[in-house]
């Protein structure tokens, strides 16, 4: 679900206008010039950076970075985190305190340190990361320090141009409603950047500003790692090569040390990718889902003879594997093929373990393989389906907090997590387990991509394909909307050759049970089906493809050239 963060001059139409006033308001000299230098060089740059505000979307707040109601910077950042204040002291009794940390972005540190000053000067405690850490480990810290609330800095997956802000709650998962709605009618009642404290108020009292890190670090560590289901296994097998990259992120301070304590000997780096650097000079995309940002990782694999490569994006909540497939080439999984094979490894191990009980279950978003809720069927574990965004399988967890227990959860854009220490996708759980369970594999004599193949010989072939059409500024944006308003008016009479025989429309919570959500999911007889959907985050629209059977590779052609114009 998408709420419109408005962070300005609310009520104002004119981009021009809004342009204007930061031109006259409490902006410093630096943004009025940049401001300035945009009216008289680049209208379509300067309507894009003001046309609207940024939005809070199944990400969070996100946006290129820039001067601008629709741009990251200093000013939009320190409103929301404003806004995130006034909630706080509204609606929390007692001690307040925020964690917070950030990735090697540009400008991720200095967010970081705004936001942080922010509520210090608001009288709200910050525990501040003395460095870049992962998102997950941000969420783990908020439950560890029994916080408040957590603000990770961070654009994920996104180019460069991009930086975020993403905001936790207390127990440790992203912000859902009633409390997203609410933070963000608070930031809309901040009409300058004169109501936002980013000085002390004299007379008024600070929040204490904690640095922490390494005792945060060796906890998360140890926590994470207590989950291995096979450590026999990784003994055996603990010379496996893996070739590991952070794709310049900041996975690389502790997913290489979780691997060696879980017992894996021979982690092999791309030396040029360890560096912590927010140009990524090596990559066009810092995205794990992308072939070209595997590619050097690929080719040290082929220099050293591993079997298995990983990768996480720059704040290390993603995971990307590539494995070696039945003629020793090197080909890159998708996440909802990593995750099936996982979920079934998983599941297998919890039943040879006695861990596997009625109170087990698993969640998967609406978007993931269908395959996932076929494993956990044939194990009689519940499954649950979810909205896209991995906040609401932290939302799940929370609600059957003492009541079930959190096996494991997935969703196709390569988030996975096992156990309820992190609240949210983690890189570095889903690469251990993944390293764990190409050991467990090879005690068995297959490899990944093989026991990925005797996972479809059980439940039959499943094939999935994401593609999105990009639509950039004010017209995209119309654009996008005027997709979706088509469907919903002329929705296809047959998808893939075979008869439409159910519309999901994710705008009706009273028909789907879930929040209300910009999705349409088209199912055919043949049991294909089809979701389109709006990125929260990036100007884009996505069309999620799936299809069953031993022709599924050829109905998803189908259904690519039918939905794709």
Not at 284 to 311: I, Y
Not at 350 to 377: R, S
Not at 462 to 481: L, N
Request: charged fraction near 25%.
């Amino acid at each position: 679900m998408i709420y419109r963060q408005t962070l300005k001059l609310k009520d104002m139409k004119d981009y021009k206008e809004v342009a204007q006033s930061w031109l006259s308001g409490n902006f410093d000299d630096e943004t009025k010039s940049a401001v300035k230098q945009l009216m008289d060089t680049d209208p379509a740059a300067l309507e894009d950076a003001f046309y609207r505000n940024l939005e809070f979307g199944t990400g969070g707040l996100r946006g290129t970075m820039g001067v601008g109601t629709n741009r990251m910077n200093k000013y939009t950042v320190g409103m929301a985190t404003q806004g995130l204040a006034n909630y706080i002291k509204a609606h929390v009794e007692g001690e307040k305190s925020v964690c917070i940390s950030y990735d090697a972005r540009n400008n991720s540190k200095l967010f970081a340190q705004i936001s942080a000053d922010v509520l210090s000067n608001n009288g709200i405690k910050v525990f501040l990361f003395d460095d870049l850490r992962p998102t997950p480990e941000l969420s783990y810290s908020i439950r560890m320090k029994k916080a408040t609330a957590g603000i990770m800095v961070t654009a994920s997956h996104n180019p460069k141009e991009y930086n975020g802000y993403k905001v936790f709650w207390s127990d440790g998962g992203q912000i859902t409603a009633p409390v997203d709605k609410d933070i963000v009618a608070e930031v809309a009642k901040i009409e300058d950047p004169a109501d936002v404290r980013f000085s002390p108020i004299p007379g008024e009292p600070k929040g204490e500003i904690v640095m922490m890190g390494a005792e945060v670090d060796e906890a998360y560590l140890r926590d994470i790692t207590s989950l291995a289901l096979s450590p026999e296994a990784v003994a055996k097998h603990a010379d496996l090569k893996i070739v590991y990259t952070p794709l310049h992120g900041c996975g690389v301070r502790l997913m290489p040390e979780a691997l060696k304590r879980i017992g894996f000997k021979n982690i092999i780096h791309v030396p040029e990718q360890d560096v912590n650097d927010g140009n990524f000079p090596t990559v066009v995309s810092p995205n794990p889902e992308e072939p070209a940002a595997m590619a050097m990782a690929l080719a040290k694999a082929d220099e050293t003879g591993a079997d298995l490569v990983l990768a996480t994006d720059p704040d290390a909540d993603r995971l990307g594997i590539a494995v070696r497939d039945n003629d020793g080439k090197m080909v890159q999984l998708t996440g909802n093929q990593t995750w099936s094979f996982l979920t079934w490894y998983i599941l297998t191990r919890w039943k040879e373990l006695g861990k596997l009980n009625e109170k087990g279950y698993v969640v998967k978003t609406i978007v993931t393989t269908e395959l996932i809720a076929a494993i956990c069927e044939s194990f009689g574990v519940k499954c649950y389906n979810v909205l896209t965004g991995f906040k609401y399988i932290a939302e799940v967890v929370k609600r059957n907090e003492g009541k079930g227990v959190f096996i494991c959860g997935g969703e196709e854009s390569y988030g996975f997590n096992l156990g309820e220490f992190v609240r949210d996708k983690c890189a570095q759980v889903a690469g251990i387990m993944v390293a764990e369970c190409a050991a467990w594999a090879a005690e068995q004599g297959l490899t990944l991509y093989q026991l990925l193949q005797k996972v479809y010989k059980m439940y039959g072939l499943y094939e999935e394909k994401m593609v999105y059409i990009v639509r950039k500024g004010k017209t995209g944006a119309e654009e996008i909307q005027k997709i979706m308003a088509d469907y919903r008016a002329n929705p296809p009479k047959e998808i893939a050759g075979s008869p439409l025989v159910k519309v999901v429309d994710y705008l009706k919570p009273e028909e789907t049970g879930l929040p209300k959500s910009n999705v349409l999911q088209f199912f055919n007889a043949a049991g294909d089906v089809v979701s389109v959907r709006p990125s929260g985050t990036e100007p884009k629209i996505k069309f999620y493809f799936g299809a069953k059977g031993d022709d599924a590779p050829k109905k998803i052609e189908l259904l690519k050239a039918q939905f794709i114009k």
